[in-house]
């Protein structure tokens, strides 16, 4: 049962006993009891409802903060804080709605870093894991407002471009790019990544549609790393 309800029902219990109460007393004092309890009734009742609306306000308050708190750990990476693969397809597809809605381009970078398990393997984990954080953070930087990051994998990230047709987004891409190898990460040096574009075709679902980002991806893997590819556009 929702808290709401429980609430409800534990005042209107409480209610109905004051009522009982106070009826019974007002019988035993009052041979015209009758008239004289209904403004009482009424009075009681009227307090039983602003009980209600304080406790459902001090209630339920810190359980929908708690619960949108859970909700964002649920869609975020905690390490990065770009939303997760959860979150992130999430957004896609309500993109894709408002995208479709609104006669918009819809596009996606993907972006994997290069060797990433090298980075690893010589500097250790902890700093693997700042690598991690500073990509993400290069990477918001060079996003526009109302573009989203996310976090699809270990060293995998993805940036969703609302209003974006292909060529604006190698664009984006490019200068994602850039910013990654510009400067060095720390002790890790400089650090490189390849990415794969795509654009929506208006039509296709959410997973044709990152998997064509993906195989643009592994193209530029193939083709020797630290370079974008664009997904043979359908549009
Ligand atoms: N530090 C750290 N490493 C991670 C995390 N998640 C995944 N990894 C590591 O990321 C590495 C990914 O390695 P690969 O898939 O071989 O990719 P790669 O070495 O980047 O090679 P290419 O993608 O082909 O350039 C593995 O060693 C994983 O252990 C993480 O959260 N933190």
């Not at 459902?56 to 308050?61: D, E, I, P, Y």
């Not at 987004?169 to 490019?174: F, G, I, L, P, T």
Request: with cysteine; proline share 3%; glycine share 8%.
């Amino acid at each position: 049962m929702r808290i709401s309800t429980r609430i409800d029902l534990a005042v209107a219990a409480a209610a109905a006993l004051a009522l009982a109460g106070l009826a019974a007393l007002t019988w035993l004092d009052h041979a015209d009891w009758l008239p004289r309890l209904m403004p009482r009734a009424l009075a009681l009742l009227a307090l039983f409802v602003v009980l209600d609306r304080v406790l459902r306000h001090l209630v339920l308050r810190p359980v929908h903060e708690h619960s949108q708190a859970l909700r964002r750990l649920a869609l975020h990476d905690s390490l990065t804080g770009a939303v997760n693969r959860r979150g992130f397809t999430d957004r896609l597809q309500q993109a894709q709605g408002q995208a479709a809605l609104c006669a918009q381009p819809l596009s996606l970078v993907m972006v994997d870093i290069d060797h990433f398990k090298r980075i690893n393997d010589v500097h250790g984990h902890a700093i693997g894991d700042s690598v991690l954080r500073e990509v993400a953070a290069r990477l918001r930087r060079q996003m526009r407002r109302g573009d989203l990051l996310g976090r699809l994998g270990g060293e995998e990230f993805a940036v969703l471009l609302p209003g974006t047709d292909l060529e604006g987004a190698a664009v984006q891409a490019e200068l994602a790019r850039q910013a990654l190898r510009r400067e060095p990460v720390a002790v890790a040096g400089t650090v490189t990544a390849s990415l794969g574009v795509a654009q929506w075709d208006g039509s296709e679902p959410a997973a044709d549609w990152l998997e064509r980002a993906d195989l643009a991806l592994y193209e530029a893997k193939r083709l020797g790393r630290d370079r974008v590819r664009l997904s043979g556009a359908r549009t």
